[in-house]
């Protein structure tokens, strides 16, 4: 668990692994802040961790760009030669 108060925004993030949001200890813990929060004017906002392969999953949303910024320019390119033959 890491926890970060963004006193400017007004916010307390607050950084849950998967083994943290197993934890009763540790979510009866956070539970409890809440209160002590919101009286120094601290949102408290959860982040929890995801389940899935990160690695995997940024390499597959980085192929997907690519592929998808070469279907534009290969679009814009068309578009582009239409333009020139009026």
Same mark, same amino acid.
């Given at each position: 668990?890491?926890?970060?108060?963004?006193?400017?925004l007004?916010?307390?993030?607050?950084?849950? =692994?998967?083994?943290?949001?197993?934890? $009763?200890?540790? +979510? *009866?813990w /956070? %539970?409890?802040q809440?209160?002590?929060?919101?009286?120094q004017?601290?949102?408290?906002?959860?982040?929890? =961790?995801?389940?899935?392969?990160?690695y $995997?999953?940024? +390499? *597959?949303? /980085? %192929?997907y760009?690519?592929k998808?910024?070469?279907?534009?320019?290969?679009?814009?390119?068309?578009?582009?030669?239409?333009?020139?033959?009026?």
């Open positions: 668990m890491e926890l970060h108060a963004n006193e400017a007004g916010f307390m993030e607050v950084w849950l =692994s998967n083994d943290d949001q197993k934890n $009763e200890a540790r +979510l *009866a /956070l %539970k409890s809440y209160p002590i929060w919101n009286a004017k601290l949102k408290p906002v959860i982040y929890y =961790s995801g389940h899935e392969d990160l $995997e999953n940024t +390499l *597959a949303l /980085l %192929k760009n690519r998808r910024s070469a279907e534009k320019e290969i679009e814009r390119e068309r578009n582009e030669q239409g333009m020139s033959l009026s």
